[in-house]
DNA sequence: TGTATATTGTTGTATATACAAGAATGGTTA
DNA sequence: TAACCATTCTTGTATATACAACAATATACA
């Protein structure tokens, strides 16, 4: 269904605002791949691509008990924090900014198998520390407060500091997979999560279709 | 080193154009991540990490290329050998089939940054062997061969074994970031590959858009 | 009827201008 | 010395203008 959207000639009017105001706003949809736009004919909404989720953000609770396991948690840490260089920088907010900071440790059948430490910007989930994360994890709630539009990942391997290695059960400097991952909705970042796994105890998988 | 890039004036007048079209320039390049820019202070080249997409299977000589370093590698294997159980039921050819083995390792900078360890479907690839590898990689010919149509990959954490520490240069035990890939074309499948990077040296980055 | 041409409306590109906002520097003053 | 302030340079934002490139449509003409 290709609809088609006001011109940016007609959009500026509407708005109030310079053409190129209104085309900037076009282009940054565009970039986004919510828009298409050909010269000389217009602007339509994107087809969504069949989100054929190939690493796909999803609850670490319900995939453990997607297996048949019975999932549990460890809440370490539930505050407001002062944002640090490399937080702020990664929730687009100002530095030293006030930002909530959560860690809890996810069990598969009673056995530690992700740090989760996240950070998430009170200006996009303002009740974050309110949540009972025994029953809720924050995926969950942020997924229902804002629906995200990006998750940027990155995946590389560490040997294990001995407060994970402690909450993991694991011997310090064990090899374990960590990954970052910082993820939008439409209005901004919402939250940046850092996820240490046992490497001997879990995988990701991707499987891609070209 | 945060080395700073002339300011968006100084760019305009050294190349002849307005200072919008400068700025759009170092737009362009801060949202693809080279640059970084902070307003009163300058722009500068953002820190490059060792990164590529687990999204794409990408030839990792254009990629260290791509990041204006030098490519080198160092083949270590390169011949005919009996498919063991793992590998022929990844290939999908019966065990103790022929297949081809090769064990190349990647420099960026003189630097391995990954052991590439290979087993390739000689139905599909015949001439497999007898490329020249230093020029070409086994990526490189695998794609002209047969188009890709699938790839499964799998990415966990490890500790270096001893020949894998050697050959990278780090030391036994060292955390390395370990990716299976099966590669699938229209055919059948192509090939089965087990990459290894150090973990200090490399990771993987995804970018999802939902 | 069929074909060429002109017109209109769209996006794409480049420019010039003005001012706001942030950060560092230097000088003045208490 | 310490605090304050003005200045300057930077990026960020918004606007107005002009023209190019492309596509569809209307018009004129053979």
């Known amino acids: 269904m290709h609809s088609q959207v006001p011109s940016e000639n007609q959009l500026a009017q509407q708005f109030g605002v310079s053409r190129m105001t ?18 000389g004919l217009g602007t339509f909404v ?18 453990i008990s997607a297996r048949g396991h019975s999932y549990s948690n460890r809440i370490l840490l539930a505050q407001e924090c002062m944002a640090s260089a490399d937080v702020a920088r990664a929730l687009e907010v100002p530095e030293q900014a006030k930002v909530f900071h959560s860690i809890i440790v996810h069990c598969d059948n009673g056995l530690p198998i992700q740090w989760e430490e996240r950070f998430t910007n009170p200006a996009l989930a303002p009740d974050y520390l309110e949540q009972d994360f025994v029953h809720t994890t924050p995926n969950a709630y942020l997924s229902k407060v804002a629906p995200l539009t990006q998750a940027d990942t990155t995946v590389e ?29 439409r209005i901004g970042t919402v939250s940046f999560a850092r996820l240490v796994h046992p490497g001997n105890r879990y995988r990701l998988g991707a499987q891609l279709r070209f």
């Not at 209104?22 to 010269?39: F, G, I, N, P, Y």
């Open 22 to 39: 209104a085309r900037r706003a076009l282009t940054e949809l565009t970039d986004e791949r919510v828009l298409k736009r050909s010269q």
């Open 157 to 185: 391997a560490i040997a294990a500091e001995a407060a994970i290695a402690h909450a993991l059960e694991i011997a310090p400097g064990d090899a374990c997979l960590q990954v970052w991952r910082r993820t939008k909705s």
């Open 46 to 63: 994107a087809e969504s691509v069949a989100a054929s989720s190939l690493l796909e953000v999803r609850n670490i609770a319900d995939e």
